[in-house]
Nanobody, 114 residues
Framework: QVQLVESGGGLVQPGGSLRLSCVAS????????MGWYRQAPGKQRELVAR??????LNYAEPVQGRFTISRDNAKTVSLKMNNLKPEDTAVYYC?????????WGQGTQVTVSS
């Protein structure tokens, strides 16, 4: 059973930065894309950023220019978040997309507050 483990969340002041990482418990073959999603209280889970197998990138409009997704190796994806805003507060989940299924992490809390 594959597990995705996120780290790097926490409390940060507006304008601050955080780096989230997600590591798979073992090698996974056939990954089509890696991504980060977030879910704020009372809202639906939404895509934040996604990197496809061919390297193409996709960012949600609210985070463009502030967040950067990278695939560090075959099992690790990171999300560098700069100039954080209170509206970025949410639980962040990593996702590995395969043709027949998705793997999800357990989520890591990011809170942006002064």
């Amino acid at each position: 059973q594959v597990q995705l483990v996120e780290s790097g969340g926490g409390l940060v002041q507006p304008g601050g930065s955080l780096r989230l990482s997600c590591v798979a418990s073992r090698d996974i073959f056939g990954i089509r894309a890696m991504g980060w999603y977030r879910q704020a209280p009372g809202k639906q889970r939404e895509l934040v950023a996604r990197i496809s197998r061919d390297g193409s990138l996709n960012y949600a409009e609210p985070v463009q220019g502030r967040f950067t997704i990278s695939r560090d190796n075959a099992k690790t994806v990171s999300l560098k978040m700069n100039n954080l805003k209170p509206e970025d507060t949410a639980v962040y989940y990593c996702n590995f997309n395969l043709s027949l299924r998705d793997y999800w992490g357990q989520g890591t809390q990011v809170t942006v507050s002064s």
